[in-house]
Each structure stands twice: as structure tokens, then as C-alpha cells.
């Protein structure tokens, strides 16, 4: 059973920043990637960001140059920093872990306000 924990969020103005962690626990033989969804009040679910297994790093358009995604491969965590928030950004953020050879993990979701 692996276990996804989200921490962070909260409350930002536009132009303001908020950080987002994640962290992976339980009993599994690897982690293939990790990555940040949300979801906006009326919207479906969407991918924000995503780091796979070698570094690699994928943002949405609407978020390239504003939110940086990190993972720390030895602490099973991954990070979104958020920058330059806009209301549009307000949603419940979810990480996802893509666990080596079985299901997909969700955590319960952490929720950002962005707004004056």
C-alpha cells in the first residue's frame, strides 16, 4: 500500500507565490514519476506538471515559466512551486504517484485560492 500525502497551499494574491509538497510512503520498488493535477471549480481534472524517472520535467502551457516542479528521488517528494499566481489558478491541486509496476497513487488534494 502506498500512501500520497499533499501539504501547502492555502491563500495567495495574484502575483503572489504558494509552494506544494508531496510525499510517498509504503511499501513499493520504485517510482516511475510524480506529478502535480488540478482541479478548478467546474473543470475537469487537468495535468499541471510531471517529472518522470530521469529528471525529466512537463508543464501545461498555461503554467510554463511561472510554476517549477522538483522531486527529490531519495525522500520519494516532489515540490511545485508556484510564482506569478493568477486567479485562474485556483483549485485543488492533487499529486499523482506512478508507482514501477502496479496502480497509480492519488493524494486527497490540497486546495489554492488565489485571490485580492
Known amino acids: 500500500q502506498v500512501q500520497v500525502m499533499e501539504s501547502g497551499g492555502g491563500l495567495a494574491q495574484p502575483g503572489g507565490s504558494l509552494r506544494l509538497d508531496c510525499a510517498a510512503s509504503g511499501r513499493f520498488r520504485g517510482i516511475d514519476a510524480m506529478a502535480w493535477y488540478r482541479r478548478a471549480p467546474g473543470k475537469e481534472r487537468e495535468p499541471v506538471a510531471v517529472?518522470?524517472?530521469?529528471?525529466?520535467?512537463n508543464y501545461a502551457d498555461d503554467v510554463k515559466g511561472r510554476f517549477t516542479i522538483s522531486r527529490d528521488r531519495a525522500r520519494n517528494t516532489v515540490s511545485l512551486q508556484m510564482t506569478n499566481l493568477k486567479t485562474e489558478d485556483t483549485a485543488v491541486y492533487y499529486c499523482l504517484v506512478i508507482v514501477t509496476g502496479t496502480v497509480d497513487y492519488w493524494g486527497k488534494g490540497t486546495r489554492v485560492t488565489v485571490s485580492s
Open positions: 517529472v518522470d524517472s530521469s529528471g525529466e520535467k
